[in-house]
């Protein structure tokens, strides 16, 4: 089993999962436990500059430049440790099914929780490779410790491996990208990367230039609860005003029916009563103006209810979280350039498309540090049917110290792509 595929399986039985409601940065104390043992391994592998930032839960570190290239730019590789607050993380029992078949697996036999190709048809582009699954119970975390992996296997090799060429190389490991808090209390001048690539994509070559413009959204809507005997024209049911207000947005802007640049309103959860309801949404669009007005409609629905019901009955709020990296990225052309060009040596054809999503990426960006997105090879995220490809994992590695070695020299041969 290769180095990266070591590690990966056993980061995911390390539960890092966010949380939403935690007022702390990191929302979860249990994520330092893999933020200690990845500055553990870095100091064991002989990385250099380790820094554990035990207050916030970042993890930054160096391998340093080879002899001669101490003064090319610097490129860094970032990833994040928490899994997402969709699917528990507790316990994951990762397994690898060898040379899949292209068929349906069962992943849980007792519980009959079955990985079905007609719900998930993109798998069968992985018929003869080796899928590392879950008991169908929890997620697995290829978001993001397929990229965590693929970096620290990368900066192993490197380090083990002096005659490869390359400039000093940051590594930046984040606590909650999750619930959109990952850059938080990043330290971008600490970090000192004239520009990253973050390892948190989907299948292996896959190049993301583009994020969401995205924005956090809440609705409050206040209610008067009566005996229902005697509720006649007295009673506000909050929760039925709720419902009013989730009609009132576009039905099809809708994550359920968009796709490619399309944008949405999410409800995420809701909440309530008769007397209280609370509703928590997320906005998105890749179009600035076009999420600007989705955000102005947000609030007007709100006002609309309360020209009917009275004033007070409803109560929006919106916050943008993040925005789209299109325009920070596109005077550095050359970070998708050379990552295509490395994904075509490694026999990959490279597809460069729009998250449909956020990365740690999309605000350090608008920080002063340009990061484009990386395929780390798992699919499926934040799912019980969450799944990651032996074979795309390795390749990842491969790309990344074929970057390294790339950034470490003024000609632009082709690199040979390094056995791990």
Known sequence: MSKTIDYFMQYVKIDTQSSETADTTPSTDKQHHLAELLASQLTGMGASEITYDKEHCYVYASVPASEGCENLPVLGFIAHMDTSPAVSGREVKPR????????????????????????????????????????????????????????????EYLLRHPEIKHGKI????TPDEEIGAGTDYFDVKLFGADYAYTVDGG?????????????????????????????????INSMLIAYEFQNLLPVFENPMYTEGYEGFFHLCSIQGDVE??????????????????????????????????????????????????????????????????VLRELGEEPRISP??????????????????????????????????????????????????????????????????
């Open 355 to 420: 998250i449909r999503g956020g990365t740690d990426g999309a605000r350090l960006g608008f920080m002063g540090l340009p990061c484009p997105n990386l395929g780390t090879g798992g699919e499926n995220f934040h799912s019980r049917y969450e799944y990651a490809c032996v074979q795309s994992m390795a390749k990842v590695t491969q790309l990344l110290v074929m970057l390294a070695e790339r950034y470490g020299s003024v000609k632009k041969e082709a690199n040979t792509p390094p056995e791990l």
């Open 276 to 341: 209280k309801t609370t509703a928590e949404y997320i906005i998105r669009d890749h179009d600035k103006e076009l999420f600007e007005h989705k955000k102005q409609m947000f609030l007007q629905c709100a006002d609309f209810l309360n020209r009917k019901y009275g004033e007070g009955t409803a109560a929006a709020e919106v916050k943008d979280s993040y925005y789209n990296m299109k325009e920070v990225l596109e005077p550095y052309g050359h970070l998708i350039d050379n990552a295509c060009e």
């Open 203 to 235: 299948a292996a070559g896959e190049i993301e230039n583009e994020t969401f413009n995205a924005a956090s959204a809440k609705l409050v809507v206040l209610g008067r609860s009566v005996h229902p005997g005697s509720a006649k024209g007295r009673m």
């Open 170 to 173: 940051r590594i930046g490991f």
């Open 96 to 155: 690898i099914v060898e040379n899949y078949d292209g068929g349906d697996i069962v992943l849980n036999e007792a519980e009959q929780i079955v990985f079905r190709v007609s719900d998930f048809p993109e798998a069968a582009k992985y018929r003869g490779k080796d899928l590392i699954v879950t008991d169908g119970t929890t997620l697995l975390g290829a978001d993001d410790k397929a990229g965590i992996s693929e970096i620290m296997a990368a900066c």
